[in-house]
T-cell receptor
Framework: QQQVKQSPQSLIVQKGGISIINCAYE??????FPWYQQFPGKGPALLIA?????SEKKEGRFTISFNKSAKQFSLHIMDSQPGDSATYFC?????????????FGKGTKLSVIP | EAQVTQNPRYLITVTGKKLTVTCSQN?????MSWYRQDPGLGLRQIYY???????DKGDVPEGYKVSRKEKRNFPLILESPSPNQTSLYFC?????????????FGPGTRLTVL
């Protein structure tokens, strides 16, 4: 049973465009929703994260939008750059308070073309 | 430098030959975890450890063993590797304190079992 569904699997965006990656979760006991960024040959690294009591979080060109009632959240990358080309994973922490467990989506490979 | 290290980074072996992938972190983190990454399947958790001498199964533990005798080390053991364990493996660690318990990933170990 996949608890975090991520789409699309791959994404090609022109430089300067907006990249949007979507995730949906099932378990309402998840309490924290991070996005990880992975460059080829490297381990994933935390990019940005949001709590479910916040509808939006912005850090530079990266924004998470969170819809608690729909159990969906998305990553928006504004003014996408070739250096943003990477694989992005959404994740959900829990279930339950104090949990360290992360359930990951299957990943989205983003290619930003000049 | 705060980091998670894994060794070896690349390994080619044959079916049935026992192997160990080491993982070490220098951040005094309580939580450590092993994931495997396969194309189209994302990151799946193998085993995790909440602290020394405390380990538990993740989503795909079959064919793997772990131990946590010291806080900094969390080796992954494949007693009798099989070709379906060919994968990219990541170790991660996380502190107990902090709002989001960010997971820090190692650089990965690419394993091929012939």
């Amino acid at each position: 049973q996949q608890q975090v569904k991520q789409s699309p699997q791959s994404l090609i965006v022109q430089k300067g465009g907006i990249s949007i990656i979507n995730c949906a979760y099932e378990n309402t006991a998840f309490d924290y929703f991070p996005w990880y960024q992975q460059f080829p040959g490297k381990g994933p690294a935390l990019l940005i994260a949001i709590r479910p009591d916040v509808s939006e979080k912005k850090e530079g060109r990266f924004t998470i939008s969170f819809n608690k009632s729909a159990k969906q959240f998305s990553l928006h990358i504004m003014d996408s750059q070739p250096g943003d080309s990477a694989t992005y994973f959404c994740a959900a922490r829990g279930p339950g308070a104090g949990s360290y467990q992360l359930t990951f989506g299957k990943g989205t490979k983003l290619s930003v073309i000049p | 430098e705060a980091q998670v290290t894994q060794n070896p980074r690349y390994l080619i072996t044959v079916t049935g030959k026992k192997l160990t992938v080491t993982c070490s972190q220098n951040m005094n983190h309580e939580y450590m975890s092993w994931y495997r990454q396969d194309p189209g399947l994302g990151l799946r958790q193998i085993y995790y450890s909440m602290n020394v001498e405390v380990t538990d199964k993740g989503d795909v533990p079959e064919g793997y063993k772990v131990s946590r005798k010291e806080k900094r080390n969390f080796p992954l053991i494949l007693e009798s590797p099989s070709p379906n364990q060919t994968s990219l493996y990541f170790c991660a660690s996380s502190p107990r304190t902090g709002t989001y318990n960010e997971q820090f990933f190692g650089p990965g170990t690419r394993l091929t079992v012939l």
